[in-house]
């Protein structure tokens, strides 16, 4: 199901209007989504407070302990990796913007479900170029236990084409 742009980290927040024909699994998958990603602002701009249960509760506890991230330039990165990446960059990119696009719940087959999305990245300090943009795939496995009962089992991102990062629009 295609859902809003939801703008995350810039001066104006849009929020997304509910589609009431939108199933609960949608939903919840949008709210996985983007509430990593709000983590992800809040967490390298510094607003997030810089304490382990707030970092277990907007990162730790989203993922199977078994989780791994392929990279857009093709680095599979195991949890444990993922995670004292993610801790170690608290406050280090204030200007960082990302902008979540085209949720699409792909698949769902008894406890697992494999959605995909865009990323738009703004200032993005660690990533060339800074202003960047990637389509993901994610497995999600329903845990009880995890944020909104979806736990990231396996991400996969990809570089979007160039033609389409310049068409745009940039204005997050």
Partial sequence: ?????????????????????????????????VGLHEFFVAWFGGTASDDDESFSAGFVRRFDPACVLVS?????????????????????NPEFRIQIRNIVVRREHRQFVLATYEEWQRNALNSKPR??????SVWFKRERSAVGG???MHIHECWLPPEQLAAGPWDF
Avoid: F
């Fill in 131 to 136: 202003d960047n943009a990637r389509v993901s």
């Fill in 150 to 152: 979806l736990a990231w």
């Fill in 72 to 92: 857009p330039g093709g680095m599979v990165v195991p949890l444990a990796q993922l995670t004292k990446m993610i801790r170690s960059g608290h406050g280090k």
């Fill in 1 to 33: 199901m295609p859902t809003t742009d939801h703008q995350i980290g810039g001066r104006k927040v849009e929020k997304s209007r509910e589609d009431p024909q939108a199933s609960e699994l949608s939903r919840a998958v949008r709210e996985q989504i």
